[in-house]
Nanobody, 116 residues
Framework: QVQLVESGGGLVPAGGSLRLSCAAS????????MIWYRQGPGKERELVAT????????NYGNSVKGRFTISRDNAKNTVYLLMNSLKPEDTAVYYC?????????WGQGTQVTVSS
């Protein structure tokens, strides 16, 4: 069955770094664009970063540009989000999303908490 499993979240002080991973199974990962979203407490879901199926094209939300880097390893069926210079406002549950045509799959999320 289809699974997206995020990992790598945790508690980090402001200015620190984390790398999130999202391991995919049950579908042809290399066909799918991958997206990281986040939802902070009391906030709407926000797009963080996207990467094309080949990994050649990436896009970032304005609030994370220059600090976060999305990447993927199609041999490992995994997408990553490297987060540097973390701020308290980055505190959220981070979700990965796989998308291809009408197909879309979601992970369960991983909590990132940035202390001030």
């Amino acid at each position: 069955q289809v699974q997206l499993v995020e990992s790598g979240g945790g508690l980090v002080p402001a200015g620190g770094s984390l790398r999130l991973s999202c391991a995919a199974s049950g579908f042809t990962f290399r066909n799918y664009a991958m997206i990281w979203y986040r939802q902070g407490p009391g906030k709407e879901r926000e797009l963080v970063a996207t990467i094309s199926n080949t990994g050649l094209n990436t896009n970032y939300g304005n609030s994370v540009k220059g600090r976060f880097t999305i990447s993927r390893d199609n041999a490992k069926n995994t997408v990553y989000l490297l987060m540097n210079s973390l701020k308290p406002e980055d505190t959220a549950v981070y979700y990965c999303n796989a998308r291809w045509a009408r197909d879309t799959y979601w992970g369960q999320g991983t909590q990132v908490t940035v202390s001030s």
